[in-house]
């Protein structure tokens, strides 16, 4: 790991450090992260055994997204305790490649752990910074991410890497948190960093310029809008927030969500 660690880097680390020590999700005890159950569908929970999927950070489902093939090399950025490492390994298969890079040193522990118990070959985990990717250029066929983009300082600098080690025609497929709306910036963050555990998400149309800016193509962004008891608890445990009182509950459900991204490198 060549690039050094900023404060938000440090912040990040020691949470979610402090998260798989706990076998907790992202949030902790708070009921603000979806289950596996309702980010995958039944079939590809089911190449897993019960009870390997108990530890995910994740906010959506980018291994369906990224429509993985037989023989694929995968890159996880923000691999954590090695879920969608495994999802991608059954998918691409033994001829295929899995790689995640992750940062915090308890993440890479468990998901080697977790790779050895289940006897997956196909997969391995390094560690290092999204922002300077321990990966060669040109290498990898398809890149994941589930909800760690987000936690970056310098996104740019992570798409640019990404960009980077892709090869010509690769896919970017990634579930994010991103923001949108006429809200104010101090109920954004507040309940961005409520809903997805993070401090850093950015518009929807920021995430988009900065992939354009370092030569993404045919880039897709759908969203997948948090249900409103989600919200209400959100609101409910802000009530310090006077700004998020006096603004129409819709505007407030349609601010911070989940997306759906997906992204070309020309061939």
Not at 45 to 63: A, F, K, N, Q
Not at 131 to 144: A, F, Q, R
Request: glycine share 8%; with cysteine; aromatic share 6%.
């Amino acid at each position: 790991m060549t690039q050094s660690p900023t404060s938000i880097h440090d912040a990040v680390r020691e949470h979610y450090a402090e998260r798989i020590k706990n076998n907790a999700s992202c949030c902790g005890s708070d009921n603000c992260c979806s289950t596996e159950s309702d980010l995958y569908p039944a079939d590809l929970l089911s190449t897993l055994p019960d009870g390997e999927s108990s530890v995910s950070y994740g906010c959506g489902d980018p291994i369906t997204l990224a429509s993985l093939q037989p023989g694929q090399t995968v890159l996880d950025l923000g691999s954590g305790a090695g879920l969608d490492c495994f999802f991608a390994a059954k998918k691409v298969g033994e001829t295929g490649q899995v790689i995640g890079v992750d940062m915090t040193p308890e993440m890479i522990e468990r998901a080697r752990s977790s790779a050895k118990r289940l006897n997956l070959q196909n997969v391995e985990f390094r560690q290092g910074y999204l922002e300077d990717l321990p990966v060669d250029s040109d290498t990898v066929d398809v890149i994941v991410s589930n909800c760690v983009i987000n936690l970056s300082p310098d996104k740019s600098k992570v798409f640019a890497e990404a960009f980077r080690v892709l090869k010509p025609g690769g896919k970017l497929a990634v579930s994010d948190i991103v923001t949108d709306g006429p809200l104010p910036d101090v109920v954004k963050k507040s309940l961005s960093a409520w809903a997805g555990c993070v401090a850093g998400a950015v518009e929807a149309e920021e995430y988009i310029a900065m992939m354009e800016a370092v030569g993404f193509t045919n880039i897709s962004i759908t969203p997948v809008y948090f249900n409103k008891e989600t919200i209400e608890s959100a609101i409910n445990e802000m009530k310090d927030v006077v700004e998020l009182q006096s603004i129409p509950r819709d505007e407030v459900y349609k601010a911070v969500y989940s997306a759906k991204i997906t992204a070309y490198k020309p061939g």
